[in-house]
């Protein structure tokens, strides 16, 4: 059975920093591309970042770009997203998910962690 379990959310202070895991077991961790999306209240899941199988190429969403790193321990089968100078509209649920390609949609991904929330105050 398939398991992505994200940990590390909480509540930060604006300009504050978190670093959010996720887990993962019942896959082949290091055959899969790896990712980050997030959904704030009354919003649709987007994009925050993604990494390719063996950690060596990433993009991000222009959101998350200079502030945000996306990275990955093969060895531990874990996903990483460091998140630096936080800001209030970053609060949100954030999931980890993977698949087979990289990318930014949510159709590239097979599975889903069941998300941990992230608070920005002001």
């Known amino acids: 059975q398939v398991q992505l379990v994200e940990s590390g959310g909480g509540s930060v202070q604006a300009g504050g920093s978190l670093r959010l895991s996720c887990a993962a077991s019942?896959?082949?961790?290091?055959?899969?591309?790896m990712a980050w999306f997030r959904q704030a209240p009354g919003k649709e899941r987007a994009f925050v970042a993604a990494?390719?199988?063996?950690?060596?190429?990433?993009n991000y969403a222009d959101s998350a770009k200079g502030r945000f790193a996306i990275s990955r321990d093969n060895a531990k089968n874990t996903l990483y997203l460091q998140m630096n100078s936080l800001k209030p509209e970053d609060t949100a649920v954030y999931y980890c998910?993977?698949?087979?390609?990289?990318?930014?949609?949510?159709?590239?991904?097979?599975?889903w962690g069941q998300g941990t929330q992230v608070t920005v105050s002001s």
């Open positions: 998910a993977g698949g087979f390609v990289p990318g930014p949609r949510l159709l590239d991904y097979n599975y």
């Open positions: 019942g896959i082949a961790f290091s055959g899969y591309a």
């Open positions: 990494i390719n199988q063996s950690g060596r190429s990433t």
